[in-house]
T-cell receptor
Framework: SAVISQKPSRDICQRGTSLTIQCQVD?????MFWYRQQPGQSLTLIAT?????????ESGFVIDKFPISRPNLTFSTLTVSNMSPEDSSIYLC??????????FGQGTRLTVV | SQQGEEDPQALSIQEGENATMNCSYK?????LQWYRQNSGRGLVHLIL?????REKHSGRLRVTLDTSKKSSSLLITASRAADTASYFC????????????FGQGTRLTINP
């Protein structure tokens, strides 16, 4: 299993500013995943973060908007840059530990005003 | 695009009844997983069924997988108020690394 600490749990931000979300795992993992969940919607994968290499972004997501850091095997950050109200979502980090499925952080509920 | 489509989008039943949710997907998969999400918080993994399995049980949960129809179902028996949540299926596909593609989810409400 894996315990993931994600913070902040929620924030209200002004448009045009940036927010960095942190994700700490209690054990070493190769890959960490960042998802976005827009209001009332399902989860969409933003990017996959490997330690020591550039993150791999999914279609529709770019590094300038969602820069990701992965300095070691237990930690990652996602920054939501130059925010607009359309960025209001829940952002979740996730890891996989073996074949039993993924573990998720509690999410960051972001509201942009 | 989202691979998984779920129905119903919302389901409301009485406590003690069984709840069935369905998931369809489009491409070949390695496995299919079901998750629960309470009130927009983190997701909790419920059960995983591999592509060569047809049925799996875990407590009050029963999952079936029909790869010929590219569909799965999640049955929750003897529902409880605490089962009220959103349920998502997620298909694991291999594209370099294994990635999860989530369905749209079913919002389940258990009425006392």
């Amino acid at each position: 299993s894996a315990v993931i600490s994600q913070k902040p749990s929620r924030d209200i931000c002004q448009r045009g500013t940036s927010l960095t979300i942190q994700c700490q795992v209690d054990s070493q993992v190769t890959m960490m995943f960042w998802y976005r969940q827009q209001p009332g919607q399902s989860l969409t994968l933003i990017a996959t973060a490997n330690q020591g290499s550039e993150a791999t972004y999914e279609s529709g997501f770019v590094i300038d908007k969602f820069p990701i850091s992965r300095p070691n095997l237990t930690f990652s950050t996602l920054t939501v840059s130059n925010m607009s109200p359309e960025d209001s979502s829940i952002y979740l980090c996730s890891v996989e530990k073996g074949p039993g499925g993924a573990f998720f952080g509690q999410g960051t509920r972001l509201t942009v005003v | 695009s989202q691979q998984g489509e779920e129905d119903p989008q919302a389901l409301s039943i009485q406590e003690g009844e069984n709840a069935t949710m369905n998931c369809s997907y489009k491409t070949s998969i390695n496995n299919l997983q079901w998750y629960r999400q309470n009130s927009g918080r983190g997701l909790v993994h419920l059960i995983l069924i591999r592509s060569n399995e047809r049925e799996k049980h875990s407590g009050r949960l029963r999952v079936t997988l029909d790869t010929s129809k590219k569909s799965s179902s999640l049955l929750i028996t003897a529902s409880r108020a605490a089962d009220t949540a959103s349920y998502f299926c997620a298909t694991a596909v291999i594209q370099g690394a294994q990635k999860l593609v989530f369905g749209q989810g079913t919002r389940l409400t258990i009425n006392p």
